[in-house]
């Protein structure tokens, strides 16, 4: 098969893989079944299946990265929509905020002191815990490598999915605000689908932390990579 016909079925794939497991998982919202699982890892499996070239799949589904930029602009909507709620919660906000950004970095900081691991793993680590667009944007102050970016943000996302609500019930916590603002800070993406699953206003407390966590990582980040090299 031609290098073209390769990366075209690569796309097709990527793409099929992704609406096809979100279709599921509205269905049958389990756990195992979350697009963010399931689709990365059918996905590598077909690619080690038919020994797709890695050049040749990301011929045509680099364009899926290049909507990461569009995407971070449209993080201005939610903002917009909810100014009420940010007027409402500044101290929840706040605090969510900056509790996750510094516990995010800090806890990534341990991680790598305990398990040693290459260096530009260990500083691609520290931004783990903040969206993709914007980690990808954060991940140079640090020295860490963007392509392994979005799949530590991914393992990152999936497990505070994962672990939210066991850690909750043990923790005591039963306010919306606070598992809002939890995993919107530590899980973004996937920790603020799993608050809309939990309730309305989860949802919009984790949407709006992860959006204000994000920005405040892209413009904090050269500092913390000073104070950590």
């Known amino acids: 098969m031609s290098d073209t016909l ?10 099929g893989f992704y609406y096809l497991t979100k279709f599921v998982y ?8 979350a697009p963010m699982l399931v689709a ?11 020994h797709i070239p890695l050049e040749d799949y990301y011929l045509y589904t680099h364009f899926l990265v290049m909507l990461l930029g569009p995407a971070t602009i449209a993080f201005a909507v939610p903002i917009y929509q909810q100014r009420d709620v940010i007027r409402r919660y500044p101290l929840t906000l706040s605090i969510g905020v900056v509790t996750g950004l ?10 790598v002191q305990l398990f040693p691991m290459p260096e530009e793993l260990a500083n691609t680590m520290l931004v783990r815990s903040v969206s993709q667009p914007f980690a990808i944007q954060a991940v140079g102050s640090f020295g860490g490598v963007p392509d392994l970016t979005a799949l530590l943000v991914v393992i990152t996302g999936v497990i505070g999915m994962m672990v939210c609500e ?7 916590i039963r306010s919306a605000l606070a598992k809002g603002a939890a995993l919107g800070a530590a899980s973004h993406g996937a920790g603020t689908a799993k608050a809309r699953e939990l309730g309305h206003e989860e949802g919009v407390i984790a949407s709006l932390t992860m959006i204000f966590t994000g920005v405040a990582m892209v413009l904090s980040a050269p500092l913390f990579g000073q104070l950590l090299s």
């Open 26 to 33: 509205q269905r049958k919202r389990v756990l195992w079944l």
């Open 6 to 15: 390769w990366a075209l079925l690569s796309l097709v794939a990527t793409l």
């Open 102 to 111: 510094v516990l995010g970095v800090f806890s990534s900081w341990v991680l």
């Open 166 to 172: 066991p850690v909750f019930k043990l923790a005591g």
């Open 40 to 50: 990365p890892l059918a996905i590598i499996a077909l690619v080690l299946t038919l």
